[in-house]
């Protein structure tokens, strides 16, 4: 099964580029990567998904080398409201079961 | 509002107590979830149901109990629990199974306490 690999805590301030990079290793053919960001007291909830090069959307880009061995999730111009936890998930197929690795999340810190 | 409520927020209880989980979603999703998050650790799925059919059980012990009434309808009852048991149990729902273009969305949690 894959495991993921993120960053424990990273620090921006506002304004900046925010790039969080997640490792895979042992992604499998059929998998995809999802980020979830998730604030105090709430569900995580979804950000972004893709599969290889590059996807982009409202409020993030993924980049994801060929070898698909690791993802980038990319936040332009981080506010203060994006501080939050960031998780990394990929998703595996078992069987007929599909296992949901969940990573241990990157706490965004934004500073003024 | 992710269209997934979750009752209650809160939950303290004993370890002697039985006690249910509610989740309820609004989204006409097919797959429903139980996670558990604990400090420090990832989240952890514990259940899948899909069309109300339980697809999967990750190993989870036999102190939770999840029933599956209709698709739109998830809960989990607690009965012995143990202080370990402690952490802040989420529901989710999918459209179908969760992975590509199956996004999860995730109700606010209940926090259980456990003494």
Request: charge should be positive; glycine fraction near 6%; hydrophobic fraction near 35%.
């Given at each position: 099964l894959a495991k993921t690999t993120q960053p424990i805590s990273m620090d921006s301030y506002e304004g900046q580029e925010v790039n969080i990079t997640c490792s895979h290793n042992n992604?499998?053919?059929?998998?995809?990567?999802?980020w979830y960001q998730q604030f105090p007291s709430q569900g995580p909830r979804f950000i972004i998904q893709g599969y290889k090069t590059k996807v982009t959307n409202e409020v993030a880009s993924l980049f994801i080398p060929a070898d698909r061995k690791s993802s980038t999730l990319s936040l332009p111009r981080v506010s203060l409201s994006d501080t939050a936890v960031y998780y990394c998930l990929v998703?595996?197929?078992?069987?007929?079961?599909r296992k949901l690795i969940w990573g241990l999340g990157t706490s965004l810190a934004v500073n003024p | 509002e992710t269209g997934v409520t979750q009752?209650?927020?809160?939950?303290?209880?004993?370890?002697?107590?039985?006690?249910?989980l509610k989740c309820e979603q609004h989204l006409g999703h097919n797959a429903m979830y139980w996670y558990k998050q604990s400090a420090k650790k990832p989240l952890e799925l514990m259940?899948?149901?899909?069309?109300k059919e339980q697809t999967e059980n990750n190993s989870v012990p036999?102190?939770?109990s999840p029933e599956c009434p209709n698709s739109s309808h998830?809960?989990?009852?607690?009965?012995?629990?143990?202080p370990e048991d402690s952490a802040l149990y989420l529901c989710a729902s999918s459209q179908g199974p969760a992975g590509?273009?199956?996004?999860q969305f995730f109700g606010p949690g209940t926090r259980l306490t456990v003494l």
């Open positions: 992604i499998a053919t059929n998998d995809y990567i999802t998703g595996q197929n078992a069987g007929n079961n | 009752t209650p927020r809160h939950l303290v209880m004993g370890m002697t107590n039985k006690k249910s259940f899948v149901y899909n069309f036999s102190r939770f998830l809960f989990l009852h607690l009965h012995t629990l143990q590509r273009y199956n996004e």
